[in-house]
């Protein structure tokens, strides 16, 4: 059964990686805004913002957020693509050959995990042209690609519950918003510090502000202290969650 559940995974995904490869404009253009986003606060506004991160360039500071943000803009697609396959009638299709039913939402889920990937890599790229370095070693590399994989993971399964629910296109990738937003109330940007209260009591205890701080002391070279388990801690919550939620929904689905 599960070399069945394997065999049916890895060639659906790779359906899905064909579609990804005949239209690499998703990918740029899920990299284009947090792109927009780096270059408007390094140029325009990193002047004015005092992080109090030593001597390193303002896009040291900025990176672990933006990151944040094109894993947010990214799994927007993924609703966007499942949506459309509950449309198309391709679920249907699919559950009359002899394949393991949630075979067709991983595929999903790890097409979504390398499109991500690779838009993560595109933005790390620009912002080596900006000027952002790191001291960062192999492991604290690893460590970075890990947890970023796992907030991928966690929201594109947040993302598999609209692609299958919303009535229409644009239902199925709105639900992305506050998640592009919610860096902007925490530590992204500037320091929690800054924020007046009840604002920075909500940065310092939402999900972003963890993960943003372990990256960055990752990619510092610095130690990271408690904040990669409470990032790690919240990762594993959400994806637990939307996994039991979106296999629900799809089973309902699918009945």
Request: proline share 5%; net charge positive.
């Amino acid at each position: 059964m599960t070399t069945h559940f394997l065999s049916d995974t890895t060639t659906l995904t790779g359906r899905s990686l064909k579609h990804i490869t005949r239209s690499l404009d998703t990918i740029i253009t899920t990299a284009i805004t947090p792109i927009a986003l780096m270059l408007l606060f390094v140029y325009v506004l990193g002047g004015a913002i005092e992080t109090g991160a030593g001597n390193g360039p303002y896009v040291n500071y900025l990176l672990p957020g933006i990151l944040l943000i094109t894993i947010a803009s990214g799994i927007a697609y993924t609703a966007f693509r499942l949506f459309m396959d509950m449309k198309g009638g391709i679920f249907e299709r699919f559950q009359s050959m002899p394949i393991a039913r949630s075979s067709v939402l991983w595929a999903h889920v790890l097409t979504s995990l390398v499109a991500n990937l690779v838009s993560l890599a595109v933005v790390v790229g620009v912002a080596l042209l900006m000027g952002f370095r790191t001291g960062a070693s192999i492991g604290a590399w690893l460590a970075v690609i890990g947890i970023l994989a796992l907030f991928t993971l966690a929201l594109t399964w947040l993302a598999v519950i609209p692609g299958l629910t919303a009535k229409t296109v644009d239902g199925a990738s709105a639900f992305s918003y506050p998640l592009i937003f919610l860096p902007f109330i925490s530590s992204a940007f500037v320091p929690t510090a800054s924020m007046p209260g009840p604002v920075r009591w909500f940065a310092e205890n939402q999900p972003v502000t963890s993960i943003v701080d372990a990256v960055r002391a990752l990619f510092a070279g610095q130690p990271v202290g408690p904040d990669i388990w409470v990032a790690l801690a919240w990762c594993i919550g959400i994806l637990v969650v939307a996994f039991i939620a979106a296999m629900a929904v799809y089973r309902r689905k699918i009945s």
